[in-house]
């Protein structure tokens, strides 16, 4: 039976917990382009890695996972040598994956302000018909209010009845997200947007910045409802010296 690439994804991310080789073979290694840069390029590099993995009993919950054409996205609740939270990004070419991006994330013990954790929620998308519309918002919300910062159009793209957040940092509602992003001493700086990825009422935004003046990449997942949005999770990835990469694909 051939798997879909949700299956083929999932597959491939459980084999951290058991190193099983086989689980690696849903990559083309005559094109795989790996860009987390402490992360060999091929699959033969996946292989150790999840051999390496294996050896210290990691877990690996995969808590959401998506399709938006050639790409696969999915939402992860890592527990191996770090506890980590983690997006996980890959494109595929002719039923193999060639391609691969991720951020994580270390994952607090305890909730947020609002009592949220960074990845619980709903989980299946909906309104499969509303995938570019709800694309486009996000991109719009992305350049005005998140690189240009214009906060006297942050209602006209977020629910202020039912905004969810489980960035650990924050709080849920309207005011509480207004009261962050206003704040002159901002921890989170965002400067572009490289790609959207959507299915349904989801949409994955990775977009590369600063936090605490440290260059990142910044990966945000949203969930819209009736043409806002309404829930909100992320995470933020400090990007390595460049001494430190062990490909040269760079991390977007």
């Known amino acids: 039976m051939i798997l879909n690439k949700k299956a083929q994804i999932s597959k491939l991310l459980k084999g951290i917990e058991t190193g099983d080789p086989e689980s690696v073979t849903v990559v083309n290694e005559e094109k795989y382009i790996q860009h987390n840069p402490l992360t060999h390029t091929g699959n033969t590099g ?95 919300f992305f350049d005005e209010v998140l690189v240009r910062g214009r906060l006297d159009r942050l209602e006209h793209y977020v629910d202020a009845e039912e905004y969810t957040e489980h960035d650990f940092y924050m709080a849920d509602g309207l005011q509480a997200l207004h009261a962050e992003l206003s704040s002159k001493g901002r921890a989170k700086k965002y400067d572009r947007c490289h790609r959207l990825l959507a299915e349904g009422s989801f949409v994955l935004s990775v977009g590369e910045g600063s936090f605490d003046g440290v260059h990142s990449s910044l990966y945000d997942l949203f969930r819209i409802a009736g043409g806002k949005v309404v829930e909100h999770w992320d995470t933020v990835d400090a990007v390595p010296p460049r001494s430190e990469w062990k490909n040269d694909n760079g991390k977007f």
């Open 46 to 140: 996946l292989a150790e890695l999840f051999k390496r993995l294996s050896k210290t009993s990691p877990r690996v919950n995969i808590v959401r996972v998506f399709e938006d054409g050639d790409y696969v996205f999915a939402h992860t609740d890592y527990d191996f040598n770090v506890v980590e939270i983690g997006f996980e990004v890959f494109r595929f070419e002719d039923g193999l994956a060639v391609e691969h991006w991720d951020n994580l994330q270390g994952k607090p013990s305890d909730l947020n302000l609002s009592g949220h954790s960074m990845i619980d929620g709903p989980t299946e998308a909906t309104d499969l018909d509303r995938t570019e519309a709800n694309r486009d918002l996000i991109r719009s």
